[in-house]
């Protein structure tokens, strides 16, 4: 409808199509809306609309694609890097969602407690218990982020396969 009438969509309204593209797992729209805003050069691909490409593509199971507009970021944050760790963890590439985090400490961008959510999810899909309880005490010990609900139910889970 916007397209259609005299009001051009923006960097926000981007944001919110693609997330909705995302949690409706509509791979083909989303698709279309990241070469909307790679054909319109008044659109910026800053980190946010960045990351929310990724996560589309992420939570769609088009991991080739979201690593593919990961690289190409001049600018990334932790929302980003989650994004890509989420990706792999939840399709089962537990190794490579490991991968990341690493590439994601040495590039200097401190972990969050989603990270951790992100990470011990990877642990738990690929049935990774010792490395998921590695990183529990890492996000402890390290980067002093204090275990939530959350946190504990995917160790929880870990323990329970």
Same mark, same amino acid.
């Given at each position: 409808? /916007?397209?259609?009438?005299? *009001?051009?969509?923006?960097?926000?309204? @981007?944001?919110? *199509?693609?997330?909705?593209?995302?949690? /409706?797992? +509509? &791979?083909?729209?989303?698709?279309? #809306?990241?070469?909307?805003?790679?054909?319109?050069?008044? &659109?910026?691909? $800053?980190? =946010? @609309?960045?990351?929310? %490409?990724?996560?589309?593509?992420?939570?769609?199971?088009? /991991? $080739?694609?979201?690593?593919?507009?990961?690289?190409?970021?001049?600018?990334?944050?932790?929302?980003?890097?989650?994004?890509? &760790?989420?990706? !792999?963890?939840?399709?089962? !590439?537990?190794? +490579?969602?490991?991968?990341?985090?690493?590439?994601?400490?040495?590039?200097?961008?401190?972990?969050?407690?989603?990270?951790?959510?992100?990470?011990?999810?990877?642990?738990?899909?690929?049935?990774?218990?010792?490395?998921?309880?590695?990183?529990? $005490? @890492?996000?402890?010990?390290?980067? +002093? =982020?204090?275990? #939530?609900?959350?946190?504990?139910?995917? &160790?929880?889970? %870990? *323990? @329970? $396969?």
């Amino acid at each position: 409808m /916007m397209q259609e009438g005299e *009001v051009k969509p923006n960097e926000a309204s @981007l944001v919110s *199509v693609l997330t909705a593209c995302a949690n /409706m797992g +509509k &791979i083909d729209r989303g698709k279309w #809306k990241h070469s909307y805003v790679e054909e319109n050069k008044r &659109i910026e691909l $800053d980190v =946010i @609309l960045s990351a929310s %490409v990724v996560t589309m593509y992420a939570k769609c199971g088009a /991991m $080739d694609l979201a690593r593919e507009v990961f690289d190409e970021m001049w600018e990334r944050s932790v929302v980003s890097w989650n994004s890509v &760790i989420m990706g !792999y963890g939840s399709h089962e !590439y537990g190794a +490579k969602a490991l991968e990341m985090f690493l590439e994601m400490e040495k590039s200097g961008e401190t972990p969050n407690g989603a990270t951790f959510v992100c990470v011990l999810s990877a642990c738990t899909h690929a049935g990774m218990v010792l490395e998921g309880w590695w990183y529990f $005490d @890492l996000m402890k010990g390290v980067y +002093k =982020i204090e275990p #939530k609900v959350e946190h504990y139910g995917c &160790i929880d889970w %870990v *323990v @329970l $396969d």
